[in-house]
């Protein structure tokens, strides 16, 4: 895999599968930067890779606002997600770092990590929320040497895709 400091200079795409474990690939010109592998049938559970390593990132029941991001290798966990009614949601590191996840606009379409001071470091843009949902993703060029980055970019993509599925899930409820 490619490191994703090289990100800082254009856009990547996140690409799918259907299927019970859903599995993402985050690519640029055919070369390949991350992936996201669901591991479990309920979609809470999900293995992220980059060159930096793995991480399992676990969402708890359907009604929980909780993630927990873990190194897949040690089990040492890494940070929470916490999402919020008048935020997106929040980021805490057991660094110290935190990050705020906004939604940028109101169809779901763009998202965002951003830093203390509000400024964005990393965008989200869904390009369809279908059965395998696709995206893209772009790193502000001075945030590409943060050494959180990969956590952003494998969270990210996993909240979306989790949005996606609880707004289907929340219509076919409404409408049964």
Same mark, same amino acid.
């Given at each position: ?26 690519? $640029? +010109?055919?070369?390949?930067y991350?992936? !996201? /592998?669901?591991e479990?049938? *309920?979609?809470?559970v999900?293995l #992220? ?26 089990g ?37 990590? $951003? +830093? ?5 470091? !990393? /965008?989200?843009?869904?390009? *369809?929320?279908?059965?395998?949902? #696709? ?7 001075d ?25 289907a899930?929340?219509?076919?409820a409404s409408?049964?």
């Amino acid at each position: 895999m490619r490191p994703l400091h090289e990100l800082s200079d254009g856009i990547a795409s996140w690409n799918g599968t259907l299927g019970w474990k859903r599995n993402f690939r985050l690519t $640029r +010109d055919w070369l390949t930067y991350a992936s !996201l /592998q669901w591991e479990t049938a *309920s979609g809470a559970v999900a293995l #992220a890779r980059t060159a930096g390593g793995m991480v399992t990132i676990e969402r708890g029941s359907f009604s929980s606002p909780k993630v927990t991001l873990r190194d897949a290798a040690s089990g040492r966990e890494l940070g929470v997600f916490e999402s919020g009614w008048l935020e997106g949601g929040r980021l805490r590191l057991c660094s110290g770092r935190e990050w705020r996840w906004h939604m940028d606009a109101c169809s779901m379409s763009r998202w965002s990590f $951003r +830093d203390d001071t509000g400024r964005p470091v !990393l /965008q989200l843009f869904v390009q *369809s929320m279908g059965l395998t949902p #696709a995206g893209s993703i772009a790193v502000e060029p001075d945030a590409a040497e943060l050494p959180e980055l990969a956590l952003l970019v494998a969270l990210g993509w996993y909240l979306v895709v989790q949005t996606i599925d609880d707004s289907a899930l929340l219509v076919a409820a409404s409408i049964a």
